[in-house]
């Protein structure tokens, strides 16, 4: 494997660690803030997921393969989908014929906070598959290339 691709992914795993971090210390200090301060950390994560958002976009349709736009495309149907059931649709989904329906916009918002979570996982998991993959793949391609007898000029 290539240097470079051993650097890009060793990036790329440093960058999703911090990123975990930064996720475990927010919610480990906003489990015990006051409204004031959930709201103020749950719009500056706002801005952040709109940046990256944007950043995101970008890199996927300025790619020179039409497999990552394709699959860029797909993630942001699936965001934009995600987005809308969690802002229309949960509670309508979800709502009792309780007496406490901020009870239960409370509870929709957690279990797709939950599942958001568990696909946050699911989609780790992924990655660590393509990158593995991405790997053989030049590893094979690396073998290949040292098989083959170079000619003399």
Known sequence: ??????????IKLYEMEQQYGKLLSRLRICGQADRDGLCN????AKE???ETSLFLKRTAEGSR??????LAEVQWEYTRKAES???EQVERHFFTESCFPDE?????ASLYAE??????????????ITAL?????????????????????
């Open 1 to 10: 494997m290539t240097g470079l691709n051993r650097e890009l992914f060793a």
């Open 41 to 44: 950390a749950l719009r500056k």
């Open 48 to 50: 952040e997921y709109e």
């Open 65 to 70: 393969s039409p497999a990552v736009a394709g």
């Open 85 to 87: 059931l969690l802002k």
């Open 104 to 108: 239960d916009k409370a509870e929709a």
């Open 115 to 128: 599942y958001a979570l568990d696909f946050a996982t699911l989609s780790m998991q992924y990655a660590m």
């Open 133 to 153: 993959t991405a790997m053989d793949l030049q590893v094979c391609l690396d073998n290949t290339k040292e098989d083959v007898p170079h000619e003399k000029e």
